[in-house]
């Protein structure tokens, strides 16, 4: 199945800007989907924002819009999620994830295939 590898995450002063990028690999589908989910300690895994397999479609949690942006390089199956104006509560564990569009979305996960995460940390 699809492998997924973030990458980007760092410590940022809260007010700045990163991209994280999620490399795809291996077997994938055309309905696939791909998105951005994060997690703090002590808090549930959340829908960041996610687009279609070919990158249309881009969707946001309302916290995020205005100041996330999801993209997709499809010459190298590679995810993107431009972080601005980034906040202290943003801190988390910043995870990409890919299936099926009915199996994998901002309401169900059971059908995500997961990467294994990357540290996002923005301090005041």
């Known amino acids: 199945q699809v492998q997924l590898a973030e990458s980007g995450g760092g410590l940022v002063q809260a007010g700045g800007s990163l991209r994280l990028s999620c490399a795809a690999s291996?077997?994938?589908?055309?309905?696939?989907?791909m998105a951005w989910f994060r997690q703090a300690p002590g808090k549930e895994r959340e829908f960041v924002a996610g687009v279609s397999w070919s990158g249309s479609s881009p969707y946001y949690a309302d916290s995020m819009k205005g100041r996330f942006s999801i993209f997709k390089d499809n010459s190298k199956n590679t995810l993107y999620l431009d972080m601005n104006s980034l906040k202290p509560e943003d801190t988390a564990v910043y995870y990409c994830?890919?299936?099926?569009?009915?199996?994998?979305?901002?309401?169900?996960?059971?059908?995500?295939?997961w990467g294994q995460g990357t540290q996002v940390t923005v301090y005041s």
């Open positions: 994830a890919a299936g099926l569009t009915g199996q994998c979305n901002s309401d169900q996960t059971g059908g995500c295939s």
């Open positions: 291996g077997r994938t589908f055309g309905s696939y989907a």
